[in-house]
């Protein structure tokens, strides 16, 4: 694989949106950059290039086959200034496992890592600086080859584009109502339920419609087999603090595996706190609703960090949690997290990168 970045610079820049007026997702950077795989080659021609459109062939197999993977982290700026990640080290491991279950050719993480980090420094300026606002980074591995036949692609292409967001629920850190899902099903173990694949979210939208449909801000998954034990919210990794333990499921292969969700129980464990990653039911989660010992509920991920939950759509029955208020112990992951991110807490655990 080829070391050389090559850079082609933007004619003319774009305007950039007010940091106030920052919808998650629907503005882009001037910059994106490219890096395209043939089989005998390995992947090739790097480059940052004007984001723009770009020509792709009708039959290019990701359109048939779904060969497809993502990620998702963002870049903060500091208030001094500086231009920190939030650990992406892991975000590059994970796209390549991702890779290795969609049969896409792994890539060189370290170079990946190097292009992510020539980009910001030439779209240093899109970081908004607002409080709660940041560049989010998406790279993503797609298969272009031109070819009707159910087998692995023999090219693919990797980008990276930046986008500018503010908080991705408008509603802030105010908890959120989950609608419990038990009629469809987003994955089973052995499936792709812990990558990042682009099907992993086809899969959820239709959860995702219903549970809007019924006033709820996300949906809640179980199990694709029992359909009794909880997974994972459409967006997030989820916890839930129940006798004075913080419960998350365990990974088993159909969930995926959240950075937040693991600085998350990192930072449980620093603080003393009891933590169990185990098969949670959604009965004893009803049941602990009901007799007053689930005290607290929040989701994590990137795109949002810590989501306090208010209430669970259960079925018929609407179980508050903590009187639909933000938990102390949301508040605090929330201030540590976002605190570290942005440069305003110590970082004990070198989580963050500079730019």
């Not at 306090?308 to 949690?321: Q, S, Y």
């Amino acid at each position: 694989m080829g070391s050389n970045i090559s850079v082609t610079l933007a004619e003319t820049k774009k305007a950039k949106p007010a940091d106030n007026n920052l919808p998650f997702g629907e503005h882009f950077t001037d910059h994106m950059f490219v890096m395209d795989y043939a089989e005998g080659e390995g992947w090739k021609d790097a480059r940052i290039v004007p984001h723009r459109p770009f020509a792709i062939d009708p039959a290019a197999m990701v359109f048939h086959y779904g060969q497809s993977v993502f990620e998702g982290l963002k870049a903060y700026r500091a208030q001094d200034g500086r231009t920190l990640l939030f650990r992406p080290e892991i975000n590059f491991a994970r796209l390549n496992r991702s890779d290795a279950r969609i049969c896409i050719p792994p890539l060189d993480e370290a170079l990946a890592l190097r292009a992510l980090k020539e980009l910001l420094a030439i779209e240093r300026d899109w970081i908004p600086g607002a409080e709660g606002t940041s560049l989010y980074i998406r790279p993503f591995v797609f298969a272009t080859e031109a070819m009707l036949g159910v087998r692995p692609s023999k090219t693919y292409r990797f980008m990276i584009i930046l986008s500018p967001v503010g908080a991705y629920y408008k509603t802030g850190l105010a908890p959120v109502t989950i609608m419990v899902e038990d009629e469809y099903v987003r994955a089973v173990r052995g499936g792709i339920g812990f990558t990042k694949s682009s099907a992993n979210y086809a899969m959820s939208l239709i959860g995702q419609i219903k549970a809007m449909e019924q006033g709820c801000t996300q949906v809640l998954w179980l199990d694709g087999v029992e359909r009794r034990y909880v997974e994972e919210v459409g967006t997030m990794n989820v916890f839930f603090v129940i006798d004075q333990t913080v419960v998350t499921p365990r990974l088993a292969g159909s969930i995926l595996p959240g950075v937040t969700r693991d600085s998350v129980i990192h930072l449980l464990k620093h603080w003393g706190l009891s933590v169990a990653e185990r098969s949670l039911s959604v009965d004893e989660l009803v049941a602990a609703g009901e007799n007053g010992s689930l005290s607290e509920a929040f989701g994590t991920g990137t795109a949002a960090v810590i989501s306090p939950i208010g209430a669970l759509r259960v079925a018929d029955k609407n179980i508050e949690i903590n009187g639909a208020r933000t938990g102390e112990l949301s508040q605090r992951l929330y201030d540590t997290l976002t605190g570290i991110q942005y440069g305003a807490v110590a970082d004990e655990f070198n989580w963050t990168m500079e730019v």
